[in-house]
């Protein structure tokens, strides 16, 4: 399966000239929240992503996702792996369970995103989960953005990576981007104007 085919098939892998959250400049972005618009496609990538967890032989009870950006890759994770999907979600800035969601003393818990950057989102849910009794056992996401080492990679984790060292973490695909400080920029150097494409309608 080629990953980045379909991320550029769905329109969820751009390429142009952006503005990163970070500030720096890229001629590509990942707009991960596009390759879930057909089910049929998230699924597809569920699925594999579910086998590579299972392949490795982790037990599984649970999968929950930092909302919004993990519900429907951790939704469609827990489909493929026959386990229970939860949420966790902001609340006064804090994650936190909600909505009727327990889990058990000594449940095994995956925590899922649609794209893992640092594991920021995911290191807070992971601190919810264990100081309610749960283990977490994995990380997992349909896409790595290169920070962080993923299992099967040789891409290697670098030092803003937040994720727990010596818990796996499984990804279909890695998507390092080059990037540039905007005054080092080739692009703009170039002439042309960066653009913010999470900012467009
Ligand atoms: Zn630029």
């Known amino acids: 399966m080629n990953v980045e085919e379909i991320y550029k098939n769905a329109g969820a892998l751009l390429e142009g000239h952006f503005i990163l959250s970070s500030g720096n400049h890229s001629n590509r972005y990942l707009q991960s929240a596009k390759v879930l618009e057909n089910p049929k496609t998230a699924s597809l990538l569920a ?13 599984v009870d649970t999968v929950c996702a930092p909302a919004l950006g993990g519900v429907i890759a951790g939704y469609e994770l827990a489909r493929a792996l026959d386990v229970r999907s939860i949420f966790a979600e902001r609340k006064d800035n804090a994650m936190s369970l909600r909505r009727g969601f327990e889990i058990q003393k000594g449940e095994k818990i995956i925590i899922c995103e649609d794209i893992i950057t640092t594991g920021g989102s995911a290191m807070e849910v992971a ?62 150097k170039a002439g042309s104007t960066a653009i913010k494409p999470g900012s467009r309608a």
């Open 127 to 188: 601190k919810i989960i264990t100081e309610l009794g749960g283990i977490v056992v994995a990380f997992a996401a349909l896409a790595n953005r290169g920070f962080c080492h993923r299992q099967n990679s040789d891409v290697l984790r670098k030092d803003n990576c937040k994720l727990l060292k010596d818990t796996p973490f499984f990804a279909l695909a890695d998507f390092e981007f080059e990037m540039y400080e905007p005054s080092e920029c080739p692009m703009c």
């Open 47 to 59: 699925d594999a992503l579910a086998k590579e967890i299972t392949s490795a032989g982790i037990e």
